[in-house]
């Protein structure tokens, strides 16, 4: 009776839902909402007034700043939350966890040959965020990943070194540090908040400018997954 | 071609996302959402969102893949009654 209730209701929902969608605009279409508006002028200006070849980076460091400073913020919260939550709720499940089985020898090498690889690729995909797609937030995850992979392979003590522990917290907190710092130096430069120079002589700091918030969402996100997963894997 | 393609991933997201939802076994259900994530990081590349995509491998595939696992080793692998 119940499911037939349940079933009767994802109809009822669906049927609109169906019906509205053969009212969108076929994909790619010129007339869709999201080329009418503000889209084809990001798309003729924003390589040469945000300054970077790569638009999504344009978009998100420059036209949209504001949202990705809130973004990062929300990140580096959110990895407050879970450490508060986990460092609390740890205590007493020490004894309950069976051993860990140590990891299989192709697992070892694979990890350990790929990790100076794949830290390289992250870099890469950081540093050229604003030519190539990609950027902080993917680059960092990659760079977490590596962290996560090396855990799984090494000693705990081994991995205690990964992340040096005096500058962890700064760096947990890497992407809102760089983002106000960017954001007061174009306060006092162009008087803006997060404003960027739009001249081209200044292109060079411009670039700058874009560069060093990527690196600050990639070191910042990269370190907060790595601490989370730390936190969470760890015995105390 | 392109669009038989694209009927062939769409149709392996469903199932995929059905049978992350039906299973009872949190271990093998994490594995399948972790293939979820990658027909949907192939879908956005398909869709000229490479940012996206590769989000959504790092991410989707990656870390979230690894933080459930870590879950169900602190706690149990079976869904309960």
Known sequence: MKRAA????????????????????????????????????YLEHGVEEAGAENIVTDVILNYRGFDTEGEVTVIFT???????????????????????????????????????LT??????????????????????????????????????????????????????????????????????LFDVYLGYPRTEEMALLRTAMLVALEIGIGVGGATVIATIFRTMGSDQ | ?????????????????LAVVRMKDLLAATIVFSSYSLIMCLLWLLRGAPDVAMTEAAVGAGVTTILFLLAISRTTRYERK
Do not use: W
Request: a neutral charge; one cysteine or more; aromatic letters at 6%.
């Open chain 1, 119 to 188: 830290l390289m690729f992250a870099a890469y995909v950081i540093m050229n965020g604003h030519i190539t797609p990609g950027g902080g937030f993917q680059g960092g995850t990659v760079a977490g990943a590596v962290f996560i992979a090396l855990t799984l392979v090494m000693t705990e003590h081994d991995v205690s070194h990964l992340i040096p522990h005096r500058p962890e917290r700064v760096l947990q907190a890497a992407a809102p540090i760089v983002y106000c710092a960017v954001g007061l130096l174009g306060l006092t």
């Open chain 2, 1 to 17: 071609m392109s669009k038989l393609f694209d009927l062939l991933l769409l149709l392996l997201l469903i199932s995929c996302a």
């Open chain 1, 78 to 116: 959110a990895m407050a939350a879970v450490l508060a939550v986990l460092m609390v709720a740890g205590g007493g499940t020490a004894e309950a966890r069976p051993l860990p089985t140590p990891p299989s020898v192709v697992v070892r090498f694979i990890v350990r040959v790929m990790a100076p």
């Open chain 1, 6 to 41: 349940v079933i009767v209701f994802l109809v009822v929902v669906a049927i609109p839902l169906v019906l509205a969608m053969a009212d969108l605009p076929p994909y790619g279409s010129p007339d869709s909402p999201a080329y009418t508006h503000v889209g084809s002028y």
